[in-house]
């Protein structure tokens, strides 16, 4: 199973791809926040599609970052499409990198039909 995962800058896309990897999912982080063709999430045809997304508060906590909400709203319109058709969103701001992680594996084996 091919898992996508999208997200704003610093919302934590690469901790959860590695996490996953490491727990045994076929995981991998689409740069869609930073492409204008709204549908480049699906250019690889996932199995399943995890948003995750952050506050600018939040980013700000996690990295120095020298952009503001409006960057973060850009990234937001660019990332409608795949926010419409994601199989789980995950808001990350109170969530640990662990947390989100076991939160997209539940959902996946709840998916599968594992428990």
């Known amino acids: 199973m091919r898992i996508a995962i999208v997200g704003i800058c610093a919302s934590g896309k ?3 791809v590695r996490g996953l ?3 045994g999912y076929d995981a991998y982080n689409v740069a ?3 492409s204008c063709v709204h549908d480049f999430w699906n250019k690889h045809h996932p199995d399943v599609l995890v948003m995750i997304d952050a506050t600018l508060d ?3 906590k996690r990295r120095v970052v020298y952009w503001g909400q409006d960057r973060i ?3 937001h319109k660019r990332l409608a499409d795949a926010k419409a058709h994601a ?4 808001q990350t701001d109170a969530l640990d990198a662990e947390a989100v992680k076991q939160k997209v594996i539940d959902f ?3 998916k599968n039909g594992k428990e």
């Open 73 to 75: 709203d850009t990234q």
């Open 32 to 34: 869609q926040e930073h």
């Open 108 to 110: 996946l084996k709840n």
């Open 87 to 90: 199989d789980l969103y995950i």
């Open 14 to 16: 690469t901790t959860l």
């Open 21 to 23: 990897r490491v727990a």
């Open 58 to 60: 939040t980013v700000k």
